[in-house]
């Protein structure tokens, strides 16, 4: 099979047999043989109703219905596991994203040997007040992941080759952030294609900006387990070897000045008055919490099923 289309969904009834019909349109003027996996995330209007009437039309419409909404993450990541294509290609069922692009995105996979593609909305129809904070978004996802040639890490419009979205795992809202997963994984080969967005035709949008302050917070555990997640003693016992020595020349300070002040008449020293007393306390005792978190986070990831789990690119 050569694509699989992967379209997570919640509450999109009246954009489904439109989409379904252009995708259709699309693959047929270019001969793909082909799937549409539709994800459907809970919706409480007749999205299922609508989807299972469409796959009585078209017998390359699949479905994987939730009983309650996940999130996007949770509906990509069993699209993925469900999809056959060579190539798998992801959007939005709002209409937002168009399936003309699809014939590019195939042949940017598989003759110019890309790993990843994602869409860029070049020109956006959203309000300031999205596309704002979408802008400082990305800059700090390009800065943290080391992807510099990305200006759309949550363009729902990519495409992947098979291998990719068989070796990763998207959780959590970590849909933002798949091209950083696709890296660490392997997969660095990841390009851009500027894709035509188009304004919302039906209903309306079921993001809030409290998507932002996730995103960053999703952004800082993601590069915190690139970087430490089988190593976590080389962050933590850093931190609380650093930590400990500064409470210890506390301590020594502490000492060397009640020492001073018992041996002079003039020179007084009153050890609960003093400021490296209480840093000698704070910095011991976090020095000592630290490195114990190290100790465990190191136990804990000696005893995973995962710790000697590695993607092999080759083998002879």
Not at 65 to 90: H, M, W
């Amino acid at each position: 099979m050569d694509i699989s289309v992967v379209v997570p969904l919640y509450n999109e009834e009246e954009s489904l047999p439109e989409l379904a019909q252009w995708i259709h349109r699309v693959m047929e003027a270019n001969g793909f043989s082909y799937e549409i996996i539709f994800v459907n995330d809970g919706s409480t209007d007749r999205s299922m109703e609508v989807i299972r009437r469409l796959a009585k039309e078209n017998e390359a419409i699949h479905a994987i219905s939730f009983s309650r909404n996940y999130g996007k993450s949770p509906a990509l990541n069993e699209g993925f596991r469900r999809a056959q294509g060579d190539v798998v290609i992801t959007m939005d069922a709002d209409l937002q994203d168009s399936p003309d692009e699809i014939p590019e995105l195939y042949r940017m996979i598989t003759e110019d040997g890309y790993d990843l593609v994602s869409g860029w909305k070049k020109k956006r129809y959203d309000p300031l007040s999205k596309t704002i904070p979408t802008k400082l978004f990305n800059a700090t996802a390009r800065k943290v992941s080391g992807i510099r040639n990305l200006h759309d890490f949550n363009c729902g419009l990519k495409a992947y080759r098979n291998a990719v979205v068989k070796h990763i795992e998207v959780y959590g809202d970590m849909h933002r952030y798949i091209p950083y997963l696709a890296k660490n994984a392997g997969y660095r080969k990841i390009g851009e294609k500027v894709v035509h967005h188009q304004a919302r035709k039906y209903g309306h949008t079921k993001f809030g900006l409290d998507r932002f302050v996730n995103g960053y917070l999703d952004l800082a555990t993601l590069w915190f387990q690139s970087k430490f997640g089988i190593k976590p003693m080389h962050i933590f016992g850093l931190l609380g070897s650093a930590m400990f020595m500064i409470g210890f020349l506390a301590v020594l300070t502490v000492l060397i000045l009640k020492l001073v002040a018992m041996n002079s008449d003039t020179f007084h020293f009153y050890l609960t008055k003093s400021v490296y007393f209480y840093l000698s306390l704070v910095f011991m005792v976090l020095g000592v919490q630290f490195f114990c978190t190290g100790f465990i986070g190191e136990l804990i990831t000696r005893n995973s099923p995962e710790r000697n789990k590695y993607q092999i690119g080759e083998e002879w």
